[in-house]
């Protein structure tokens, strides 16, 4: 589903964000992508998400060489990935509902249609009752549950996620990991950003390191 080949990335600045970095990713797999502050891991995601082009070497995704893809082609690449982030990047002046319909609303879907994936989103989430809720209301567990349902709602093949559990307690951190685990077993692939090493050890799914750029371990658990 995502290789990366001999993939080195360095910003205009000097600094080499990834080093001749090789790793593949199964189809529905769930992998942890680790490492020190610095390590290389948000240039990883933002590669995949063609936020970024790397300097040399080759990323796939699903089949697709990124080097193939170009700029017009770009919101289509990014339709079947959805991203969670650590401070949700919720829009707070705007209900939970219309938060989680956004890329709907910018994909094009009918009225309709939105209503139904939003709704399916929010329950999966445990959020249904909280759609008409403003995102200040909620605790900063509900954010990032609105955050993930919003990542699904346009129904990903891939789903990343930049540190999502950093700012939540550990109880409120295994559930969000729970989520997580429950959309792979439906088939999404998942590769989580996680500096939270005792949770994702207990996960027992497959950890990627990074140090300095580059790829230290990428052993199954």
Do not use: C, W
């Amino acid at each position: 589903m995502i290789t990366f080949d001999r993939v080195s990335k360095r910003y205009d600045e000097g600094h080499d964000a990834l080093r001749e970095v090789s790793v593949d990713i199964d189809r529905d797999d769930l992998v942890f992508l680790t490492g020190h502050s610095g390590a290389g891991k948000s240039t990883l995601l933002r590669l995949i998400m063609l936020m970024d082009r790397p300097t040399r070497g080759q990323v796939t995704v699903d089949g697709r060489n990124l080097a193939t893809v170009g700029s017009r082609a770009i919101p289509r690449h990014r339709r079947d990935i959805g991203v969670v982030f650590q401070n949700h990047q919720l829009l707070f002046d705007r209900p939970v509902f219309d938060n989680v319909a956004l890329p709907l609303i910018i994909a094009g879907y009918d009225y309709q249609e939105v209503g139904r994936r939003v709704r399916a989103a929010l329950d999966k989430v445990g959020l249904l009752e909280r759609e008409r809720a403003m995102p200040v209301t909620l605790s900063g567990g509900e954010q990032q549950r609105v955050g993930i349902a919003r990542a699904v709602v346009g129904k990903p093949k891939i789903l990343l996620a930049d540190e999502p559990t950093g700012n939540l307690d550990p109880a409120l951190s295994a559930e969000i990991m729970q989520l997580f685990e429950e959309f792979n077993r439906v088939g999404v692939t998942v590769l989580i950003a996680s500096h939270d090493l005792a949770l994702i050890s207990r996960l027992r799914h497959r950890i990627i390191t990074l140090r300095e750029g580059r790829l230290v371990s990428g052993s199954a658990a």
